[in-house]
Structures are given as C-alpha cells and as structure tokens.
C-alpha cells in the first residue's frame, strides 16, 4: 500500500510508504507511445474508485490535481488557494481551462514508482507514491519550465523586515525552514512564503502557497508554536517505543513548559502534561514527518504578505568555514550572499539574526 492511517494525532496522520521523491521516467514528449501509456494508466487509476478532482490557483494560473488518493488531494486543498479566495484577494479572473493538469495515482500495478511530465499536453504522471512532498514539487518544477521568460520558480523563502525584502534560497542538503522562523522573531518582519516562491526578473517576490508543509522537527528549535502545529493534518509521524519516551522524558517536559507559555488561546488547555509531552515527541522524533499549517494560524493575518522585493538574497550552503561573505544568488538581481549553515553556532536562531543584520 503508498499509504496506510498512521497513530492519530491533530486532525489526521498518513504513513507513506515512500518518503523520498521517485526516480523519474523518460520524457513522454519523446514518444507517443509512452504519453499514451502513462494517459491511459493515469485515467484507469481513478475508474470505480473512489477519487478527487481539485483546482488550485497558483500565479493566477489553474493547475488541476486528478487523484485516487485522499491523502495527496487532502493536502493539495490545504495547501493552495481556491479560485474564490484568489478573486477575493486580488480581484483577478482565473482562466477555464488549466494552464497544468497533475495525475497522481496510488496503487497502479503495471507502473513502477515514478513520474513523468509532458510539456506539451502540459501535464504531469505520478504513480505510485503518496508522498506529498514529491507531488508538491514535481508540480513546482514543472511550472517554473512552463512559465518561460515570465519569471522563475524556486525553492525558496521569503520575509520582510521593516519593508525589507529578504529571500533565502535552498540546496536540498540543508533542511529548512528553521532560519524563516527566527528571522519572524525580528521586530517588524512580515512573511511572505517559505517553501517555494515566484520571482520576476525585476526581483519582485511572490508567494505561491496558502499554507506552509513543514517539517516538524521545526518544534525541537521553536517549541513556542507548538499549539499552533498540533492540531494540524500531518504526515509520516511515528509512534515512539516507550524507551524513547522515558530517555528522552526531560526534554519533553521542557517543549510542554515552553510550548504551555506560549498559548495565548490556551489550546493545550485540555491536554494533560503527559498526552502533549508524547505528542511533542512524536513530532520531533523523525526527520520524515511533516505537517500542513496555515501561515496565518502561524504569524497572524497582519504578518503575512503574498508580496516583496528582494532587497538582498542569501544562499545557504552546508559546508564552509566563513559564516557570511558576498556572492551572486541566482537568478536574483539583488544583492547576493552565500551564508555556510555549518560555520553559524546557535543555528537556526544566530543564523537567522546573521542574515537580519547582514
């Protein structure tokens, strides 16, 4: 099975069988054979089952999800804004027809775990994998290509500090977003996005998610979110051996004490010590679990921006022995700065100041 109900905690909890992205296909585009074959298993997979058809409007354009898992299509709603709150929000149409139409399907046996992306019919093929993180960037990547000239689509962060545009760029060795949180610790900052963005090359910034996938093990750093996370839909968190419980007991009590101190609407309220102590750990435990949460649950409707000019870029890098030094960030037109995580003690709050001061 791609996924199986894991042990509740919040709103849900989904064990994927992978967690990692598949390995992908050859270009479909290259053959009219293999288009053919990947269309055809696509719309088999959704025959007599149960499935999901859901619209996101990412740049003002539609991408459609065509799914037979609840998992991924529960996600995908959570993670994007509807047409209603896109038109609500900037008064903007959204055109009928979908500028990308993703087919994620679980449960195909006669397709090995994989994806492919036709640029031509503008669609992607994703099978056999329940991983949220893959189908959310496969769609990313694909969209960057399909944009053109208009602008880049990147892994990447974004924060505002007294009307200052700051983006923090990526590589896939350093896990994020731990250096966005601290930075929305500094008076007068404002979000903008943490995950993937849009930029124009003139350097304007643009938030493409409603809500942010983050790892968990975010609360081992910021404990002080964690009644804002736990009642969050949430991906591949374990159980715990009780040995791990009891070993780690003292760090357990810690997260609750700060956790509790920071409940200005006393959610953890009716949670006893102990439930929120496990679930704390639970959350922390692996590197694998994620949860979807609403960036305004997170930082309050007034500290959130859909949008910023970057004023300085920083690329974050694993290694080094300089923390800071200037550099070009590509593809942005600003100022540039390549920051060595590794170099930085105290990560990730001396980290997020670094780059504030910078």
Not at 86 to 99: L, M
Not at 197 to 209: C, D, K, N
Not at 248 to 253: D, I, N, V, Y
Not at 324 to 345: D, I, K, L, S
């Amino acid at each position: 099975m791609s996924e199986t109900p894991g042990t509740l905690i919040g709103q849900s909890n989904v064990m994927t069988r992978l967690r990692a992205r598949v390995s992908p296909g050859p270009d479909p585009d290259g053959s009219a054979a293999l288009l053919e074959r990947v269309k055809t298993r696509a719309t088999r997979g959704i025959e007599g089952r149960e499935s999901f058809i859901h619209d996101a409007v990412i740049l003002g354009k539609r991408v459609r999800l065509f799914s037979n898992s609840h998992h991924l299509a529960d996600f995908w709603r959570e993670n994007w804004w509807t047409e209603g709150e896109w038109r609500e929000a900037t008064g903007q149409s959204v055109p009928r027809e979908p500028a990308l139409v993703l087919h994620a399907m679980i449960n195909v046996p006669d397709e090995s775990e994989s994806s492919y992306v036709s640029l031509s019919s503008q669609e992607v093929f994703l099978f056999n994998t329940s991983f949220y993180g893959d189908l959310r960037a496969t769609a990313m990547e694909t969209l960057g290509r399909l944009i053109g000239k208009a602008g880049f689509v990147l892994h990447a962060a974004a924060v505002e500090i007294n009307g200052r545009g700051l983006a923090l760029v990526y590589p896939k060795e350093v896990i994020h977003p731990t250096p966005t949180w601290g930075l929305m610790e500094v008076q007068g900052s404002a979000f903008v996005a943490d995950g993937w963005i849009a930029l124009e090359p003139s350097g304007r910034v643009h938030a493409l998610e409603k809500s942010l996938y983050v790892r968990t093990s975010v609360l081992s750093s910021y404990p002080e979110y964690a009644s804002r996370i736990l009642f969050s839909k949430f991906e591949n968190v374990p159980d715990l051996a009780p040995d791990q419980a009891d070993s780690r007991a003292a760090q357990a009590e810690a997260l609750d004490a700060v956790a509790r101190r920071n409940d200005p609407r006393q959610a953890l309220r009716g949670i006893p010590p102990e439930r929120s102590r496990l679930q704390l750990l639970r959350l922390i435990a692996s590197s694998d679990s994620r949860a979807m949460v609403s960036a305004e649950s997170l930082f309050g409707r007034k500290r959130i921006r859909r949008v910023t000019t970057a004023a300085a870029a920083f690329a974050l890098r694993a290694g080094g022995d300089e923390a800071v030094h200037p550099a070009a960030v590509e593809p942005f037109p600003c100022p540039g700065y390549e920051v060595a995580v590794g170099a930085v003690p105290g990560h990730p709050r001396e980290l997020a100041k670094l780059i504030a001061a910078t």
